[in-house]
């Protein structure tokens, strides 16, 4: 959705994913937009994230826009939840959004060089799991993406310091392959949200190109929440 978007506003754009056929397949399909093109890797590894640095390098010599997106999720009942569950998602979840950023910072600031100072732009995408409880044992991601929300605004405090702007995003209920619940009860799930719909695609695309705009440069370390109101009703 938002890499679609992106490409709406005219931006080149690379995808990445652990799943080759399934990153390709989505960057042929957006290619129909724009330049979308795919660099596979697993993040959830430092050495992952170091590696889809240097394959984007041999590509551009600067990054305008860098959007942490990859995520997992695990539920299991408290008295079985593994120490794999946990591991695997906090991994990816929290990690791999700093360990990346670390290993594309050098091309943000040649992004901040080239572009006459203009800001070049961090989006991490938490969710509003990690603002206010669920009700499922997911335990692991509602740890990760609470700690996401606050590691975005120490990421923030540094970065800007050489000209980067980082920001998060929090969605609710959204219809994709990890949120099955969205995409296939979406009227069931839409009568628990004040908005009394899921999100579309225009609407976290749009929180994704004001964050990733000229328009956000004063926004420093926010979560932009993004649920039809489903954080304020939990509960």
Request: one cysteine or more; glycine letters at 8%; hydrophobic letters at 45%.
């Amino acid at each position: 959705m938002i890499a679609h978007g992106f490409l709406a506003q005219g931006a080149r754009v690379y995808i990445s994913s652990r799943k080759v056929k399934d990153c390709e397949a989505t960057a042929n399909e957006l290619s129909a937009y724009g330049v979308c093109k795919s660099l596979p890797f697993d993040v959830s590894t430092v050495q992952g994230c170091r590696d889809l640095a240097k394959a984007y390098g041999d590509h551009e010599p600067h990054l305008d826009i860098l959007v942490n997106n990859a995520g997992a999720a695990w539920g299991e009942p408290f008295e079985q939840f593994p120490e794999s569950g946990w591991d695997k998602v906090v991994d990816l979840n929290l990690k791999s959004p700093f360990f990346l950023t670390q290993a594309l910072a050098p091309a943000l600031r040649a992004s901040v060089s080239v572009n006459a100072g203009r800001k070049a732009k961090v989006i991490n995408i938490a969710s509003i799991d990690g603002i206010s409880v669920n009700l499922w044992d997911t335990y692991s991601y509602t740890a990760s993406k609470a700690g996401l929300i606050h590691l975005t605004k120490r990421m923030a405090m540094h970065l800007i310091q050489e000209g980067i702007v980082c920001n998060a995003i929090a969605p609710g209920p959204f219809a994709s392959n990890m949120n099955k619940e969205a995409r296939d009860h979406g009227d069931q799930v839409a009568s628990r949200v004040p908005a009394r719909r899921v999100g579309r695609d225009e609407d976290i695309a749009a929180a994704a190109i004001y964050l990733a705009s000229d328009a956000s440069d004063f926004v420093l370390g926010h979560t932009l929440v993004v649920d039809g109101g489903t954080s304020m009703a939990r509960g």
